[in-house]
C-alpha cells in the first residue's frame, strides 16, 4: 500500500494526515514532508495517523526526529491515534511516554492549549 499525505490546518495548528502504511520504504517521504513544514515555519504539528495501517521502527523513528526538530524550535508535536494495534507499538516501546497521544484531532490542539507539552 502507498503513503498518502495530507496537511490542512486547524486553528493555527498544522495537521499532517497519514494514511497507507509508514514503513522502510515510505518513511523518507513522511521524513521530507515533516522537515519541510518545520522549515516552512510550522511550530505546532499534529500528525494524524487515523488511517495509518502499518507502521514499523523506520515510522516510529521519523516521529521521533520530527518530535525533537520541534522542541528544538520550541515548538509543539502532537499524534491522534486511536487504533489499537498502533496504541500497542506505542506502549511497546515505551514512546507513550514520549509522545503526546490523542484520540482526535480536536483533543491534540485542545491539550496544546492547555500545556507546554511538546
Known amino acids: 500500500m502507498e503513503l498518502s499525505l495530507a496537511t490542512r490546518t ?3 495548528h498544522t495537521v499532517l494526515e497519514v494514511g497507507g502504511e ?3 520504504y515510505t518513511a523518507p517521504r513522511l521524513r521530507e514532508r515533516l522537515i519541510e513544514l518545520v522549515d516552512g515555519g510550522a511550530r505546532k504539528v499534529v500528525v494524524d ?3 495509518v495501517d502499518f507502521l514499523d521502527s523506520t515510522g516510529l523513528g521519523v516521529l521521533v526526529g520530527a518530535l525533537k526538530r ?3 524550535v520550541r515548538g509543539s508535536f502532537g499524534l491522534v491515534c486511536d487504533k489499537e494495534p498502533l496504541l500497542k507499538i506505542f506502549r ?3 514512546l507513550d511516554q514520549v509522545f503526546p497521544l490523542h484520540p482526535t484531532v480536536d483533543a491534540a490542539i485542545a ?3 492547555s ?3 511538546a
Open 111 to 113: 491539550a496544546d492549549a
Open 92 to 94: 511497546i516501546t515505551a
Open 49 to 51: 495517523l487515523g488511517r
Open 10 to 12: 486547524v486553528a493555527d
Open 22 to 24: 509508514v514503513d522502510v
Open 70 to 72: 520541534l522542541r528544538a
Open 115 to 117: 500545556g507546554p507539552e
